[in-house]
């Protein structure tokens, strides 16, 4: 029996989705998380190793089943998708899973019409604008999960070079959440110092290449993972989690999540990560950062990326 609080229901239940409902039982954010997945037996089989764990955890109801199951959520998170396949062409992998979206989008606002749509499946920002149109949900409860986890990636990598907890690092990865996604060195800080302030601080070269360098290990950092172990999955559960952390406890958080801009930074129509405030609601408001005008100009070019792709792919 559901205990009053908050349901999530998770569509997808391969290594993300299983993923995600574990790093959201661990967190006390939910009294119920719902698995649905085509595949049932995979389904069930997750929901029956989670909840062999309740008593180390605060009580929660896990189950699996079918859309039906998922009625009256708070929050319904999306994995499941087709990856791309060699020698696979980005268009069709988004025609694929165009597919599977249609079938999935409908059943979720038929069950839980009022819910916030969290969409993770790649390539995300495309998906999030085809869940947005499918939806016909307000732009704000249709999010991303953007370059939420990009952010936490160059964190990362930053914090290992200067030795310093990442924590303490504040910057952002926008735009897409792919190969035209831009780092805002220009906002960059720790510490109130700007990167290059911090630099003199710590004798460390910060030219021009170093950013450029740290850049391409953020972009590819995925795929290093997928050759190493053939998926990645644990950070993309503990920014998921993030992002629904921030919803539910009505945080006024700042993420990069995908959002839909309308007309900020000179960009409209278009889903891609951006600095937003994230409440109860979804997204409370785009924040319009002060960039440069070489940052912005790539932020431009990353959204005009995703438009042709959206164009091509007759969405």
């Known amino acids: 029996m559901r205990t009053k609080g908050n ?6 239940a391969g290594f993300v989705g299983s993923t995600t409902a574990f790093a959201l039982m661990t967190s006390g954010l939910a009294s119920e998380i719902v698995i649905v997945d085509i595949n049932k037996e995979k389904a069930e089989g997750e929901a029956m190793d989670l909840s062999h764990g309740a008593s180390f955890v605060k009580p929660i ?17 999306i994995t499941a998708g087709i990856s791309l396949k060699p020698g696979e062409t980005r268009l069709n992998c988004i025609a694929n899973n165009l597919k599977v979206f249609q079938s999935i989008i409908p059943e979720v606002v038929k069950y839980s019409p009022d819910s916030i749509l969290v969409i993770v499946s790649n390539p995300v920002d495309i998906l999030t604008y085809i ?131 309308k007309g900020e930074y000179g960009i409209k129509d278009v889903y891609m990560g951006v600095p937003s405030i994230l409440g109860r609601e979804g997204v409370k408001k785009i924040l319009q950062v002060k960039l440069n005008e070489d940052e912005n100009n790539q932020l431009v070019e990353s959204s005009k990326v995703l438009k042709s792709i959206i164009k091509d792919s007759k969405i």
């Not at 699996?64 to 998170?77: L, N, Q, W």
Request: proline share 1%; charged share 25%.
């Open 7 to 12: 349901k999530i229901s998770i569509i997808g």
């Open 61 to 77: 109801d896990i189950t699996s089943g079918e859309y039906a199951d998922t009625k009256d959520s708070d929050i319904v998170i």
């Open 131 to 261: 869940s947005y149109k499918l939806s016909g949900f307000p732009s704000n409860r249709v999010i991303g999960s953007g370059t939420v986890l990009d952010t936490s990636r160059l964190k990362y990598i930053l914090s290992q070079r200067f030795e310093v907890d990442a924590r303490n690092i504040h910057t952002y990865i926008m735009g897409e959440h792919g190969d035209s996604e831009i780092a805002t060195w220009s906002l960059t800080n720790i510490a109130s110092m700007n990167i290059d302030e911090y630099c003199t601080i710590c004798y460390k070269k910060c030219d021009e290449e170093m950013k450029s360098n740290i850049l391409n290990d953020v972009k590819r950092a995925g795929y290093k993972v997928l050759e190493k172990k053939g998926a990645t999955y644990y950070a993309v559960a503990l920014a998921i989690k993030r992002i629904v952390e921030a919803i539910l406890s009505n945080e006024n958080s700042i993420l990069t999540v995908s959002s839909l801009l």
